[in-house]
Nanobody, 121 residues
Framework: QVQVVESGGGLVQAGGSLRLSCAAS????????MGWYRQAPGEQRELVAG???????NYGDSVKGRFIISRDNAKNTVYLQMNSLRPEDTTVYYC???????????????WGQGTQVTVTS
């Protein structure tokens, strides 16, 4: 089983910064792509940022230039540095990790429980 646990959410004023962390743990052969998503009430979950095991990144249009995703492969951890936060960034952020439980198994994706980010104006 693979567990994904986020941390680092909280309350911040507009223009401020927060750093989210997400660690994958459990029994697995490898962690592949990792990413951050967010979902506002009544909306679909959307990609915030993703990163491959090799370090290739991609971002949602609304966060480009403000958020930075990075990872520490040795710790199976992904980070999301969020700068210039806006009230519209307020929502729950979810971490997703792609993992293979064995060398020749398919990659499955696992979700964390989510962490709340609230940006006040």
């Amino acid at each position: 089983q693979v567990q994904v646990v986020e941390s680092g959410g909280g309350l911040v004023q507009a223009g401020g910064s927060l750093r989210l962390s997400c660690a994958a743990s459990g029994i697995f052969f490898s962690i592949n792509d990792m990413g951050w998503y967010r979902q506002a009430p009544g909306e679909q979950r959307e990609l915030v940022a993703g990163i491959t095991s090799g370090g290739t990144t991609n971002y949602g249009d609304s966060v480009k230039g403000r958020f930075i995703i990075s990872r520490d492969n040795a710790k199976n951890t992904v980070y999301l540095q969020m700068n210039s936060l806006r009230p519209e960034d307020t929502t729950v952020y979810y971490c997703n990790a792609g993992a293979k439980v064995a060398k020749f198994s398919s990659c499955r994706h696992y979700w964390g429980q989510g962490t709340q980010v609230t940006v006040t104006s």
